[in-house]
């Protein structure tokens, strides 16, 4: 069974940084398109950002777009969203995901992600 787990999550302040790890196991890392999720109390949960099985292309939400940045080391299987200028709405426990199959096209909807992290909570304060 492929497991996903997420670190670095924290409490910070407005306008901070953090740098969130998604840390693969049991699948080729290589070889699938990954993606960042998030959600809020009482939200759905939303597309954050995806990126392709080499790390050369990304995708990111309007609401994150300039401040986040989605990469990849795929000599240790593991995927990172770096946060940059942090906001109250920013708020939510953050997922990476990955799809059922390699080298699926990526996704910007819940749908396109077969297999789940337990998620690390992210708090900014304002």
């Known amino acids: 069974q492929v497991q996903l787990v997420e670190s670095g999550g924290g409490l910070v302040q407005a306008g901070g940084s953090l740098r969130l790890s998604c840390a693969a196991s049991r699948l080729t890392f290589r070889t699938y398109t990954m993606g960042w999720f998030r959600q809020a109390p009482g939200k759905e949960r939303e597309f954050v950002a995806h990126i392709s099985t080499n790390g050369v292309s990304a995708y990111y939400a309007d609401s994150v777009k300039g401040r986040f940045t989605i990469s990849r080391d795929n000599t240790k299987s593991t995927l990172y969203l770096q946060m940059n200028s942090l906001k109250p709405e920013d708020t939510a426990v953050y997922y990476c995901?990955?799809?059922?199959?390699?080298?699926?096209?990526?996704?910007?909807?819940?749908?396109?992600?077969?297999?789940w992290g337990q998620g690390t909570q992210v708090t900014v304060s304002s």
């Open positions: 995901a990955a799809p059922k199959t390699p080298y699926t096209s990526p996704a910007r909807s819940t749908h396109g992600y077969d297999y």
